[in-house]
């Protein structure tokens, strides 16, 4: 899907708060995982989703290449093993319930031994992506011109240990794996440093750890001198403030709901959409406020003032409701109200690894409901 003007205004965001490692070879997974867990904390997630790494293969390759997809299927996962990917970024996690075993006998238990069989590594954002400034949400009220807008639901918390400017993955080399774990510990905790976690696969040893901006001169230059491998990136600031599921606002100026209809189907490239009209509405009634929900907004929209809204799917009742409340309601399909937002992320990751990480989006991934 080529982008319109309207989405290069987010996906340009989103390319200048990413920054380009300068490494020549290809990330490794630690890495990768670092950069998307800057780029959307995973705290920004709803409790009930089930967000980050959710397979990681024992001894996993360098990414050479990731394919993003909304929804992972098994023909989904056929493109990604065909295409050599080394790991999946889906949207949605495919694991969400507890699996009991991993057999053939069910399809989410067959992409999980896949992944594993051909070592690609799975990621899902899911509403941590929904909530992040110039996330999808963003990238959905992006054909309107608001004159203020805000998240429907915003993100609760605050960032933890904003002192910690850095992430740090530290290896220990296998050849005296043992030896060069302590050391790694030794110099983690000299600097100041918080270790998150540590863990060993086969012979290797890894620590993650978060770091002070100024000791990372003293940090650097101990593990220089030790032969441990390390990587240490900078997290990124995220405004709670400006985070959160959905986005609702006013516009700068009205415009008439059929132009609204336009905009809509233009960002996500469909020749037709669904619409349920507010009680005593028409096609040229005025639009003054707006409120989008990717995938299933009802609950997230119910009792929101808007003239508007956008979202991927609602229930009968809800619509009803919606339009006896004084509010229209635009249905695009669950997941192709999220789908065209992976063109905005795509050069975003490949960039920030100076494209020696090959970034593909799935030609196989589609809504399951066609219109004919």
């Known amino acids: 899907m080529s982008l319109t003007s309207v989405t290069a205004r987010v996906c ?7 920054m380009a490692t300068m490494s ?8 990768v995982m670092s950069f998307l867990t800057s780029f959307a904390p995973l705290h920004l997630a709803e409790s009930w989703d089930n967000v980050g790494l959710l397979v990681e293969p024992l001894n996993p390759p360098p990414i050479k290449k990731a394919l993003l997809t909304i929804d ?11 295409a050599n990917a080394n790991l999946i970024i889906s949207y949605h996690p495919p694991i969400f319930q507890a699996l009991k075993r991993i057999t053939g006998d069910k399809w989410k238990e067959r992409l999980v031994s896949r992944c594993l069989e051909n070592k690609i590594a799975l990621f899902s954002p899911h509403t941590s992506w929904d909530a992040v400034k110039d996330g999808l949400s963003d990238w959905l009220a992006s054909p309107f011109d608001f004159a203020e807008k805000q998240p429907i639901l915003k993100s609760p918390g605050r960032l933890s240990n904003p002192a910690f400017s850095h992430h740090v993955n530290v290896f220990s080399h296998p050849p005296s794996a043992l030896d060069d774990a302590l ?26 750890a978060i770091a002070q901006k100024e000791s990372l001169s003293g940090l650097e230059a101990s593990l220089n001198n030790s032969s441990c491998i390390y990587n240490i990136y900078e997290r990124v600031s995220v405004p709670l403030s400006d ?6 606002g006013k516009l700068k100026a009205a415009i008439k709901l059929s132009e609204a209809v336009e905009k809509i189907k233009k960002l996500v490239n469909m020749p037709q959409i669904r619409i349920a009209l507010e009680k005593g509405k028409t096609m040229d009634s005025s639009v003054e406020s707006v409120a989008v929900v990717a995938g299933s907004g009802a609950s997230v929209l119910r009792g929101v003032r808007a003239d508007l809204y956008v979202t991927g799917e609602m229930l009968h009742h809800d619509i009803l409701d919606a339009n006896h409340c004084g509010s229209s309601v635009v249905l695009i399909n669950h997941s192709d109200s999220e789908r065209g937002y992976l063109s905005c992320f795509a050069p975003l990751l490949s960039q920030h690894f100076s494209g020696t990480l090959d970034v593909i989006i799935s030609q196989r991934d589609r809504d399951p409901i066609n219109i004919v």
């Open 243 to 248: 985070c959160g599921t959905g986005r609702v």
């Open 12 to 18: 340009d965001r989103l390319v200048s708060r990413s």
């Open 24 to 31: 020549d070879s290809p990330p490794l997974l630690p890495q």
């Open 72 to 82: 992972l299927t098994e023909d989904v996962m056929d493109e990604a093993v065909a």
């Open 183 to 208: 050391e790694c510990e030794r110099i983690l905790n000299q600097n100041g440093c918080k270790i998150l976690s540590s863990s060993k696969i086969e012979n290797q040893f890894k620590f993650q």
